[in-house]
């Protein structure tokens, strides 16, 4: 199996070198951006038999709120500083402003420390305008080619076509330091409870077990943003964000400091940062702890914090384990699936955000994806944000135990298993 041992960069890694500034403005001056879009189309179409171990690094340039002209060469620069070490690396300057860099023998550590460095340059003096077309909030996504070739190869045909060139509109701009103040004063005096959901994780595998798994608690951004700051967009600013969510931990652990009645008799898990766990909010929420709880909750980590934050994860592994909490990695793909050993670093549970993409993989590459599920066994998959049937009967083929989302609270409110409902919609299917 893979391991994951990548080393975050420090603060004052994320500045480029002079030699780094001066290379990029002298290929500025000598060389006009070309657009590669009917080179890389060419490409992929040629090496649709040779994908297996090459890899996509897409950087979303376009979504910063800020364009300059020279973003994309400033990438090149930094990129190609790889190429020496690589099998195979090759960049790819795109019509709408983004940069696809197809690349083979590189050690994941070494490429995300790489985008790391580039969305903390990029992200210091402006913001993104909005999530990814991979429904993420960063500035970049890593992915196996082989898993995600029809998307990549429609999404490159689509710019070819001049369909595809279109920059995500604002419709909000992004909250300030001064905004984020107020929001923090509000929160400090506003009863969070209303906005406390839960959502059950359901095992549709064992006809045995009829309780949930746990239910996620979790509170609703986008209802809190309506709410306390109803014209500014929170997630926009990536640090601010980040520092927004570490302060909502904190008063959600006030919250269930003062009870957790409401949950008893249920395993829970808690959405959480990693520094918030290894804060004296969390301690004292610790402390308060009813023993009926104790060995039932799990510490829902995503995996942008997991990989920023590797030495504080090793923490809370070991804090984790020493107080009997599990832990859960958010926010997966099939490409973090086939390229994290989650046994090595220890977690009980891994959430795979379903996308209908996953419906297109070949099905090699999906015997692929099986395998490293199947293989490990110490790792319970979680298929989240499920709103279809289709996503649940993909979940049962290919060994996803848990699943969770809209489909499923939809046909528990009908008081139907969801292991029924499955059987009735391949029913559906075959008549």
Known sequence: MSSFLGKVPSKDRVRLSSVEKQQAVKNVTEKKVEFDNDKLLQLLRNAKSELQGMRLIHLHLSLLRERDSNNQMLVRTVVSELS????????????????????RGLKLASI????????????????????????????YSIMELSLNFINVTRFVEELVRGTGVAIAEVTK???????????????AMFDLSPFLLNQPIINIADQTVTDPEYYELYISIRLLQERLCPDYDIAANKWLFQYFTANLDQSVLRALG??????????????????????????????????????NIVLEISKSDLIENLTLFDEVCEFAKDRKYSISIDALNPFWVTNFDLEYLDVQYA?????????????????????????????????????????????????????????????????????????????????
């Open 112 to 139: 995300t420390e790489v985008c790391q460095k580039l969305e903390q340059l990029f992200l210091a003096r402006t913001v993104l305008t909005g999530l990814n077309p991979y429904r993420e909030n960063s500035l």
């Open 258 to 295: 003062h009870g957790l009645s409401f949950m008893r008799g249920r395993r829970i898990g808690l959405n959480i940062n990693l520094s918030s766990v290894m804060s004296t909010g969390f301690v004292k929420f610790d402390e308060r702890l009813p023993l009926d709880f104790r060995g």
């Open 84 to 103: 020496y070490k690589a099998a195979y690396l090759q960049v790819f300057a795109i019509s709408n402003g983004d940069v696809i860099v197809l690349y």
């Open 173 to 187: 701009p992004p909250i300030t330091l001064e905004e984020m103040a107020k929001l923090e004063r509000a929160m």
């Open 351 to 431: 959430k795979i955000f379903w996308s209908p993409y996953m419906l297109e993989m070949d099905p090699n590459l999906k015997k692929y994806f099986l395998e490293r599920i199947s293989e490990q066994e110490g790792c319970r998959f979680v298929l989240a944000r499920c709103d279809t049937v289709a996503s649940l009967i993909f979940a049962r083929e290919v060994g996803i135990k848990y699943v969770q989302g809209r489909a499923v609270d939809n046909i528990m409110r009908k008081g139907v298993s969801v292991r029924q409902a499955i059987q009735a919609a391949d029913g559906m299917m075959m008549g």
